[in-house]
């Protein structure tokens, strides 16, 4: 079973980036697509940016289109969030998430297999 690790997060201010990274500690990611979402205290996760398995298509959350850039390296079994021109609504918990259907989108019901979560806070 793939087990999923998020990292990179932190405090960052307005207009600045980060990169977050999602590294599989056991198992493949090599025919699923991938998924990040994020949840702010006392809000539903939601999604944020989806891959497919050979990394020729990509998906975003109309908010992020044109800041937010999600990759992936199969070999090294990693998936990637490029944040960049932060703002302070991005401010969440942020979770990479795998999905074992053919197709994903962005449902949670999509995904079956999440890490932890890595806090992301953008200062105004």
């Known amino acids: 079973q793939v087990q999923l690790v998020e990292s990179g997060g932190g405090l960052v201010q307005a207009g600045g980036s980060l990169r977050l990274s999602c590294a599989a500690s056991r198992g493949t990611i090599s025919n699923y697509y991938m998924g990040w979402f994020r949840q702010a205290p006392g809000k539903e996760r939601e999604f944020v940016a989806a891959i497919n398995w050979s990394g020729t298509w990509a998906g975003y959350e109309d908010s992020v289109k044109g800041r937010f850039t999600i990759s992936r390296d199969n070999a090294k079994k990693m998936v990637y969030l490029q944040m960049n021109r932060l703002k302070p609504e991005d401010t969440a918990v942020y979770y990479c998430?795998?999905?074992?259907?053919?197709?994903?989108?962005?449902?949670?019901?999509?995904?079956?297999?999440w890490g932890q979560g890595t806090q992301v806070t953008v200062s105004s």
């Open positions: 998430a795998l999905s074992s259907r053919a197709i994903a989108g962005s449902n949670r019901a999509d995904y079956d297999y």
